[in-house]
């Protein structure tokens, strides 16, 4: 039922019914009221228009009641409690009633839904494995998971800087982070050291500004990927190391085993029917050259892992990439044109870095000799240097070139000190590389496809 039409026709009767009294009333007031009966007819009708009024008024209150009742527990969200409905349920205020119920029901369904979607929420956020806490802009915490309550002993925390006791960098971060902030914290429990990796989140609440901090105690993943990095470390100094020790040991035990034959014949105060051969000699002598070269070649190897673990830190200043990729090109003008490849450089001039000069151009360099050498064999070898910057003003800078490409199984060994895929390389270039970008709070990263070429992209 359209419970508007109820309201129009009620109020209209009760109007018209007012009105027909009220003209009642004022047509016997105008007689004369020395006839008792007259008299008697203008009071009951004056008594009945007051009782209209009475009624009509009361009927409005009751309207207006219902409205703010409904109106003053969705304020206070007191709506478990549906409205009694009168018994003449054809009229306004019963099919408003109905109404105003069905908005309740569906309003509380509503509600209890979000109630049941905040409940299964912060379950999820109490029974996470790493530390979940919120604060406003005092440090007042919101949100205090069980995760956090186990990892800083505590059963509640009230302000964030309760946790100074913990650490007081610890608290600094907290505060200092902005949105995406990411920070390594280390504090000291029981006796151990943890390492904390913190990221932050900046939101509003109801037009408050709220932190969400996550905490997670990465000391395990970090001994599990220095582990790692050891055996791998390990495996492939053992294996250049065995490359080159056992070719000496054999070639030394050979010559050893050939002089002490002579040296035993004349010890025992003979005489050798006949001398050491020239032939003889030039084995030797070969074996002795061998054995220099390969022990020339280790002590090569463990400089360059010296040089490797002892990286200086950059000395920082603004360079404009441009020139320092023209000075790069300027350098390698021999190699290029010795692999007869053509090498195209886009630089946009106004691009200016914070770096050390002279260790982002040996980056370069041995990004860009890596690629001349993928492209050696190629009829029309090409090699392209682009530089760029994002909307978040991080500078790019791509390294490509057209050349055979690498095996997926060797491009996630690429970075790995001493391994290579040349056959007379180091294998350290590209580790050095790495190394000096991360230095410098970058990153360095590779893509390849097999046929088609492959990118080094540096981050800046």
Not at 142 to 165: G, P, Q, T
Not at 393 to 414: C, F, M, P, W, Y
Not at 424 to 453: D, E, M, R, W, Y
Request: include cysteine.
């Amino acid at each position: 039922m359209d419970y508007k039409n109820d309201y129009k026709l009620e109020v209209g009767i009760r109007i018209v019914g007012l009105t027909i009294s009220a003209f009642l009333l004022a047509n016997f007031v105008s007689q004369d009221f020395r006839d008792s009966n007259m008299s008697i007819t203008t009071l009951i009708i004056f008594i009945l228009c007051v009782i209209q009024a009475a009624y009509f008024i009361n009927f409005l209150d009751n309207i207006q009641q219902e409205i703010n009742g409904i109106i003053n527990n969705l304020r206070h969200d007191r709506l478990s409690k549906p409205l009694k409905l009168s018994t003449r349920e054809g009229t306004y205020t019963a099919q408003l009633k109905k109404e105003l119920n069905r908005l309740v029901h569906e309003t509380t369904k509503i509600s209890q839904n979000e109630k049941s979607r905040y409940n299964y929420l912060m379950t999820i956020v109490q029974h996470a494995g790493f530390s979940i806490l919120t604060f406003d802009e005092k440090g007042d915490v919101l949100i205090f998971n069980n995760a956090a309550r186990k990892a800083f002993d505590r059963k509640k925390l009230v302000n964030i800087d309760e946790l100074k006791s913990v650490s007081e960098e610890l608290v600094e971060q907290l505060h200092s982070l902005k949105t995406g902030g990411r920070a390594l914290v280390k504090i000291k429990k029981e006796e151990e050291v943890v390492q904390l990796a913190i990221y932050a989140i900046e939101l509003q609440i109801e037009d408050k500004p709220y932190k969400l901090i996550t905490i997670q105690n990465i000391r395990r993943e970090l001994e599990q990927n220095e582990l790692e990095a050891w055996e791998k470390l390990v495996r492939v100094l053992t294996h250049e190391i065995m490359n080159s020790v056992t070719p000496i040991s054999s070639l030394t035990a050979t010559v050893a085993q050939e002089l002490e034959q002579h040296r035993k014949i004349i010890s025992d105060g003979g005489v050798r029917e006949k001398p050491i051969s020239a032939e003889e000699l030039e084995d030797i002598y070969l074996a002795i050259q061998t054995i220099q070269r390969r022990s020339e070649s280790l002590i090569h190897f463990v400089n360059d892992f010296r040089s490797m673990t002892h990286i200086p830190k950059p000395n920082l200043r603004y360079i404009r990439l441009c020139e320092l990729l023209s000075e790069v090109n300027r350098l390698l003008e021999f190699d290029i044109k010795e692999t007869g490849a053509e090498l195209e450089i886009s630089c946009p001039k106004e691009i200016s870095l914070n770096i050390d000069a002279g260790q982002i151009q040996q980056v370069l360099i041995n990004l860009i000799q890596n690629a001349l050498d993928a492209v050696r064999d190629r009829d029309e070898g090409h090699v392209w240097i682009s530089v760029y910057q994002d909307d978040k003003e991080v500078t790019h800078i791509s390294v490509r070139d057209n050349g055979k490409g690498i095996e997926e199984e060797a491009l996630q060994k690429i970075f790995i000190p001493f391994f290579t895929t040349k056959k007379n390389g180091s294998g350290i270039g590209l580790s050095l590389s790495k190394q000096i970008v991360s230095q410098h709070l970058g990153t360095l990263s590779v893509k390849s496809q097999l046929g088609f070429g492959t990118e080094f992209l540096i981050k800046l």
